[in-house]
């Protein structure tokens, strides 16, 4: 013979505030305007069981899951690293010019040593006689109270 549930209407709770220990704002605790029946209900083996009712959950459309990460802040994220990775190759890639161009000079240099190297030989070269250049012999000479002596 099961009871018919029945439904209690509490009393709200009066609230008084306690003062805290230092002083300090106090801030009230709102209590809620209605307050939901409280049921009773007894089981097939003769417990009672008093609780609040539970309003039915409603069927909605199903959550949609978020992820934690805003997109936008990954979007971001993505553009920040691939920045640094272009400001990286670029440094790369300047460097690797100015390498080259050192090279370069290096090598335009060293020719030019060697290119003037060789006009000076042709230039200034042994003639073998056939210009009829002079020949100087150079002997042992004796210097004397600032004077040369053969």
């Known amino acids: 013979m099961p009871h ?10 009066t609230w008084h505030p306690i003062p805290p220990p230092s002083p300090g704002p106090l801030t009230p605790v709102h209590q809620p305007q209605v307050l939901p029946d409280v049921q009773t209900i007894q089981l097939p083996d003769g417990r009672l069981i008093t609780g609040y ?29 691939g920045f640094a ?9 300047t460097t690797f010019i100015a390498a ?11 020719a030019a040593v060697i290119f ?18 002079t020949v100087v012999n150079i002997r042992r000479a004796v210097f004397k109270r600032n004077h040369f002596h053969s």
């Open 4 to 13: 018919e549930p029945v439904a209690h209407h509490p009393e709200p709770i």
């Open 53 to 81: 009712a539970l309003a039915p959950a409603k069927a909605s459309e199903p959550i949609r899951e978020r992820s934690a990460i805003n997109p936008l802040a990954v979007n971001i994220a993505l553009g920040g690293i």
């Open 85 to 93: 990775a272009a400001c990286g190759g670029l440094m790369l890639l």
């Open 100 to 110: 080259v161009a050192a090279l370069i000079q290096q090598l335009i240099i060293l």
């Open 116 to 133: 003037g190297g060789w006009i000076a030989t042709q230039v200034l070269g042994t003639s073998n006689g056939r210009d009829g250049g």
